[in-house]
């Protein structure tokens, strides 16, 4: 079925470090990709997506590109906050299962000054 | 623009009692909607999940379960509770039929089993 894996950290970054979280999925055709957030207490956000091969997604900073050779969605920032963070999710909606939606399970990233 | 609502926020709850945690989204119709649980330091799990009224698919055989009374209206609920059910609840919901679209995120409910 499909699935998504990726790193599940904890990740420890200082601020100013440059972030890469490994997100790859396998998949019946080809996905939609998502990057959520997750900050302490809270729900979920959408951070960026990309719906077809090739793809980068990116906002505050972040950036993601769609990759099909590699099946991969790598989430990366050039230079991390404090405020960044949070827990990260990686997740797929394909055509043939699109009523769900589909997460890895998370990577936490704490960020120190 | 749409939104929704999760209630309560948090919950204490002893062990055998029952539950009851409601989710409604406004400002769209024929949604999916979505029943998550997360566990402490866990990843996400999808519950529930339900194409329409009435219509419910269960990811994993548990001691809950859900019902979708109306359009916008998704109920998550429990005849006792376990101490294992303690967790983080997350309704979301997503426009039905767009692959391309993300899901929307309720705040969640903190649900502690004593």
């Known amino acids: 079925g499909d699935s998504v894996t990726q790193m599940e950290g904890p990740v420890t970054l200082s601020e100013e470090a440059f972030l890469t979280i490994n997100c790859t999925y396998t998949a019946t055709g080809y996905p939609s990709l998502f990057w959520y957030v997750q900050y302490p207490g809270e729900g979920l956000q959408l951070l960026l997506k990309a719906t077809k091969a090739d793809d980068k997604g990116s906002n505050k900073g972040f950036e993601a590109t769609y990759r099909k050779e590699t099946t991969s969605f790598h989430l990366e920032k050039g230079s991390v906050q404090v405020s960044d963070s949070a827990v990260y999710f990686c997740?797929?909606?394909?055509?043939?299962?699109?009523?769900?939606?589909?997460f890895g399970p998370g990577t936490s990233l704490s960020v120190i000054p | 623009s749409q939104t929704i609502h999760q209630w309560p926020a948090t919950l204490v709850q002893p062990v055998g009692s029952p539950l009851s945690l409601e989710c409604t989204v406004e400002g769209t119709s024929n949604p999916n909607l979505y029943w998550y649980r997360q566990a402490a330091g866990r990843g996400l799990q999808l519950l529930f999940y339900?194409?329409?009224?009435?219509?419910i698919s269960s990811e994993v055989p548990q001691n809950l379960s859900a019902s979708r009374p109306q359009d916008r209206q998704f109920i998550l609920s429990s005849k006792k509770l376990l101490l294992s059910d303690s967790g983080f609840y997350l309704c979301a919901w997503s426009p039905r039929g767009q692959m391309n679209t993300e899901a929307f995120f309720g705040q969640g409910t903190r649900l502690t089993v004593v």
């Open positions: 339900s194409v329409g009224i009435g219509q």
């Open positions: 997740a797929l909606r394909t055509r043939a299962s699109y009523d769900k939606v589909i």
